[in-house]
């Protein structure tokens, strides 16, 4: 490689990749112009040690040497330049340990220092975004999910407003109809559960069989059941979070607010303990996302502007 980029009086040599040949139609021993000087092919680059860590390239590769650099021309304040240095240790050293000393004798410097753990650093960005999105997703889908399961469940005891009135006149007590209404909550909460959960389950299978072999990477296909615990976890607590709140109201109606409710509804808001018990929910299902999450800020800031959104659209539709 010292032979081929070598530079005598006249001109430099350089070494490209096949695909420069392809595109110039030029060949080994041809000279191509680049910049305000002349370079002589003297050899095709056939492979390159760690070229995976070097990032996207917009054009095929060309080296040359210092000396060839400088006669090109090209380097003018302005020019867009980086430098890679590769640093090779002569006894075990951790690379945090090298990388602090270096910050410590070296502060405020724009270089960045990356070892094995992640010598791909445009992929582990590319893991990073593409968690956050998850993340985001999931926890969009658990708000409007949840936001959806309390305005089915203020439909549900609409439709049941006579049942309850009836039960409340025979001697029915508001803890017996907060029960029972609660029970049938959650029963079909829990069906929509299992059926999520055994999809869950299932879906890694079903990627192994569909598209399997297109993916470059090994894959573990297997049941993940921390996943599916969370999972189980997130909907008991936002279903029994969204549902406490309209059956406790139901709860505090008499009979015969009951049957008005529909044309002249209760002020009732239900006792404080079921409120609380309903922010507990919702707070733990904040706190397990939080926890989990790789991105606490990140998570935090989503939920507390969700919490926001939910308490200006509260009470823009009690103003208007």
């Keep these: ?17 096949d695909t420069l040949f392809t595109r110039l139609g030029v060949a080994v021993g041809d000279i191509i112009h680049v910049g305000d000087t002349d370079y002589s092919i003297r050899a095709k680059l ?10 996207f390239s917009l054009g095929p590769r060309m080296m040359i040497s210092r000396a060839g650099l400088e006669r090109s021309g090209l380097v003018v304040p302005g020019s867009l330049i980086t430098y890679h ?17 270096l910050d ?39 708000v409007v999910g949840g936001v959806g399961a309390g305005q089915a469940i203020n439909a549900f ?11 409340k006149a025979l001697g029915a007590e508001g803890g017996q109809i907060f029960q029972i209404y609660m029970v049938l909550v959650m029963f079909v909460a829990m069906i929509g559960l299992g059926a999520g959960l055994i999809i869950g389950a299932a879906l890694p299978f079903a990627v192994e069989y569909f598209v399997g072999d297109a993916i470059p990477a ?10 599916l615990v969370l999972a189980t976890a997130f909907g008991i607590l936002t279903a029994f979070g969204f549902a ?8 505090e109606i008499n009979p015969a607010g009951l049957f008005r409710d529909l044309v002249a509804p209760s002020a009732s808001r239900g006792r404080w303990r079921y409120r609380l018990a309903a922010f507990g929910a919702l707070g733990a299902v904040a706190i397990l996302s939080i926890s989990l999450s790789r991105y606490v800020e990140f998570t935090a800031g989503f939920l507390a502007g969700c919490v926001g959104v939910l308490v200006a659209l509260r009470y823009s539709a009690l103003a208007l």
Excluded: M
Excluded at 1 to 17: F, H, K, Y
Excluded at 46 to 55: F, T
Excluded at 85 to 101: H, I, M, Q, R, S
Excluded at 218 to 227: D, F, H, I, R
């Design 1 to 17: 490689l010292r032979e081929a980029l070598a530079c005598d009086e006249s001109i430099c040599g350089t070494v490209v990749e």
């Design 46 to 55: 056939l492979s390159e040690p760690d070229r995976i860590s070097g990032g």
């Design 85 to 101: 240095y590769d640093v090779a240790f002569n006894e075990p050293l951790a690379p945090d340990y090298f990388e602090a000393v």
């Design 104 to 142: 410590g004798e070296f502060p405020n410097q724009n270089w960045r220092v990356r070892d094995h753990t992640n010598a791909v650093p445009a992929v582990a960005r590319f893991v990073r975004q593409a968690t956050l999105f998850l993340t985001l997703v999931g926890l969009t889908a658990l």
């Design 157 to 167: 005891i609409d439709r049941r407003r006579s049942s309850i009135a009836t039960l």
């Design 218 to 227: 090994p894959a573990k296909y297997a049941l993940y059941p921390g996943p």
């Design 244 to 251: 406490v709140l309209p059956l406790a109201r139901a709860r």
